[in-house]
């Protein structure tokens, strides 16, 4: 409840984008249509439109990342703002003051939006309780928290397939317990309506909290992609092998491993996600990354047309009302 | 106030379109609509035309100069160009011309897909209440209109116009 009064403005509208959790329907299906109206600018020569021109976009990156920063900023650049990267390498020293700090210098060079991503949970969230009023943060992915724009490409890719949500059957397979991705895709597939969500991985990796957000657990791969409309599959983190949570990256992919075999489990017309970057041989084979029921290049590009949409969403906040044709 | 049906000023419109088209012996003109109302009216001239092209549509919604000020519409579309706009004779169609701040939002967008050879404006109605240097080269009718007064296309199914009172600002 409190993360969505933190997120939305007076007139209900988005303010900042942190998580997927809370948010309701219609606000994930007006991203959603927003975002489609994006895609059309791929087609003019001019791959701009002026709706944030005179706006300051901040990269502010505390882990690393190509995709979503590089698509984060085409996504700001498509729309006319002006856009600063930056990388601050993991600092030892008290997290808060340092954020907060950083946050301050900021704002007083006088930036309209934050894109944060941070190793630790609720970092967005806290910069969005300490930030000046004008300004929006997304969240960009936050420990093992949340990746709501991630979640809603997803989502967006999912749509464009399928059509409707409340049919689906959908499996997302591999570290849940590590995984901000999964969460954020869990909440949004809820909200949306899709009666059946399943989790498969080890029991190792698998939160104990799972069975109370609503979705289906299977430790057997075969079982669990049983009739499946979509399986996504999520990046093992290979310094997970070293805390003993798994026995090998061989093993894994025996048990885990997503080939043309497994995939036949599914329905016939089942589609592939990954939100990348991929360890082939130990997510999924290559036969099936790159195969004809794979969408995963499809989710980069839908990448830029969601965050233009919630970019664009987030900066109309508490703006005063009027009209003229 | 009354007022023609929409189905007789499109007819009148088309007309003058076809004579221009003659005139200025425009070779292959596309159509272009802008959201919503103006897709209406194109659509229809499209046909009464006999226009080769599909017909175009604009979302504005994008380009409008008051997005800090009022946000987005909520129901925004994708614009559609189904053809390449460069060199081409373009008929840019709306509904109603009042401030001008629609058609420059249409106009600029309309290049950022290419650089057309010319655009020709055709509105339904043309009111009173200009803000800046834009006028229309078809009109169907023209209005005297007070600022609190609007005037409205209904459709997609039997075109009709409404003139509402509206609050003052």
Redesign the interface.
Known sequence: MKQQHLQLDNNK?LRHFLTTEGLKRDLLV?IL??A??????T????K????LRGKTVVNLFFEASTRTRTTFELAAKRLSADVLNINVPASATNKGETLLDTLRNLEAMHCDMFVVRHQNSGAAHFIAQHCAPHVSVLNAGDGSHAHPTQAMIDMFTIRRHKQEFHTLSVAIVGDILHSRVARSQIHALSTLGVPDIRVIAPRTLIPAEASSLGVHVYHDLDQGLDGVDVIIMLRLQRERMSSALLPSEHEYFKLYGLTKEKLALAKPDVIVMHPGPINRGVEMDSSVADGEHSVILQQVSHGISIRMAVM??TM?HD??????? | MALESPDKLIAAMAEQLQQRIDNQQINNPAIVGIHTGGVWIASDLHKRLAIEDPLGTL?I???RD???????S?E??????PFRIDDRHIILVDD?L??G??VRAAL??L????RPASVTLATLIVRSGR?IPISADVVGAELELGKNQ?IKLKGPGDLSLEIVDVAP?
């Open positions: 509208r007006e249509d927003t489609e109206s994006f895609t059309s600018i087609h003019q020569q001019v701009k439109v002026p709706l664009s969403m109309q703006l005063h009302s009027g009209q003229d044709t | 979302d919604s994008f380009y008051d997005f800090s000020r009022i946000g987005m909520p925004v579309k994708p614009s559609k160009l109603v009042y401030t701040r629609t600029n967008e290049f950022d897909y290419g803000e609007q600002a």
